[in-house]
């Protein structure tokens, strides 16, 4: 299958620094990219949807100014959560799509810790 | 909106038991249904992915059933070992949004040895 690599793959920040977390598509074009967040003990929980060039769409519930994504070429979108607090500490994961009916591949995680 | 729910949401059983895991959702108009294996603290690792028009899929000692009109679906793992140990997740996508995943809250396994 294809390749995403999501880097860093652990980060401790302290509270109220902002954190980015790049998500590649290492051998295809990525079209469309999604973040997840999962809580300990919890299953993904979509955070939001970006296509190549546009504005992310943010799921409801997730605040995009405290979520900046940004989805500026075909193989990277980047996370950034700004003014982190310890109740932002999660895993992220992201997952790439190339469009179309086509398989979506997932990066290997980041596990964000806030203290 | 979808739902999906997996149980038991965990398992544990000997080395060398044959296990069925359980995965059901609540909107039959899926465009396919995917599972997953995830180890503590690491992404996704794709086991099997069944297109809506399938029944079931089969890799090695993984064989995952699809029965799109009742919602169900199951992944049978035969002779199990403990390095099947990990969370297993299922997760569909819809028709109207083919690149969204819904995912279920997972099932941990651990196998003894």
């Known amino acids: 299958g294809a390749v995403v690599s999501q880097h860093p793959s652990w980060v401790i920040c302290k509270s109220g620094t902002s954190v980015k977390i790049e998500c590649r598509s290492l051998?295809?074009?990525?079209?469309?990219m999604f973040w997840y967040r999962q809580f300990p003990k919890q299953s993904l929980m979509l955070m939001a949807t970006?296509?190549?060039?546009?504005?992310?769409?943010?799921e409801q519930g997730v605040e995009k100014d405290k979520f900046l994504i940004n989805h500026a070429s075909l193989t990277l979108s980047t996370l950034t959560v700004t003014s982190a607090h310890p109740e932002d500490s999660s895993f992220y994961i992201c997952?790439?799509?190339?469009?179309?009916?086509?398989?979506?591949?997932f990066g290997q995680g980041t596990r964000l810790t806030v203290v | 909106k979808q739902e999906v729910t997996q149980i038991p949401a965990a398992l544990s059983v000997p080395e060398g038991e044959n296990l069925v895991l359980n995965c059901s959702f609540t909107d039959s108009a899926i465009y396919n249904l995917q599972w997953f294996r995830q180890d503590p603290g690491k992404g996704l690792t794709s086991l099997l992915l069944i297109q809506s028009s399938q029944r079931e899929q089969t890799s090695g000692r993984l064989n995952a059933s699809l029965d799109k009109s009742s919602g169900r679906s199951t992944l049978y793992i035969a002779a199990s070992q403990p390095g099947d140990s990990a969370t297993y997740l299922c997760?569909?996508?819809?028709?109207?949004?083919?690149?969204?995943?819904?995912f279920g809250s997972g099932t941990k396994l651990n196998v003894k040895p």
């Open positions: 051998d295809f074009q990525a079209t469309t």
């Open positions: 997952s790439a799509a190339s469009g179309g009916p086509t398989e979506a591949f």
């Open positions: 997760a569909v996508r819809q028709v109207t949004n083919f690149n969204k995943f819904y």
């Open positions: 970006s296509n190549e060039g546009s504005k992310a769409t943010y």
